[in-house]
């Protein structure tokens, strides 16, 4: 998780912000139409971004998975080595 958030509300524009970091990133659909990610060149989540934030005070919680790209390459954990 990012040390630093920064979170933008456009009450006009009944729209929420969220990003983790300032990296280059584009949006992308979510399996919520409110919700969308914002991911970086190699498919991290840096970010979500919410549309017609006010209807969530008049319906239950907005529920939406942040999932990185399947095309994702992950970094494997370092093998320990020795007696275990």
């Given at each position: 998780?990012?040390?630093?958030?920064?979170?933008?509300?456009?009450?006009?524009?009944?729209?929420?912000?969220?990003?983790?970091?300032?990296?280059?990133?584009?949006?992308?659909?979510?399996?919520?139409?409110?919700v969308m990610e914002r991911v970086d060149?190699?498919?991290?989540?840096?970010?979500?971004?919410?549309?017609?934030?006010?209807?969530?005070?008049?319906?239950?919680?907005?529920?939406?998975?942040?999932?990185?790209?399947?095309?994702?390459?992950?970094?494997?954990?370092?093998?320990?080595?020795?007696?275990?």
């Amino acid at each position: 998780m990012a040390d630093k958030i920064k979170v933008w509300f456009d009450a006009e524009g009944d729209f929420l912000e969220v990003l983790f970091s300032d990296a280059a990133g584009y949006m992308k659909e979510t399996d919520n139409d409110a919700v969308m990610e914002r991911v970086d060149a190699r498919g991290q989540v840096i970010g979500f971004s919410i549309l017609q934030v006010s209807r969530l005070a008049k319906q239950k919680p907005l529920v939406a998975e942040l999932l990185p790209s399947p095309n994702v390459v992950r970094e494997k954990s370092p093998k320990k080595y020795g007696k275990q």
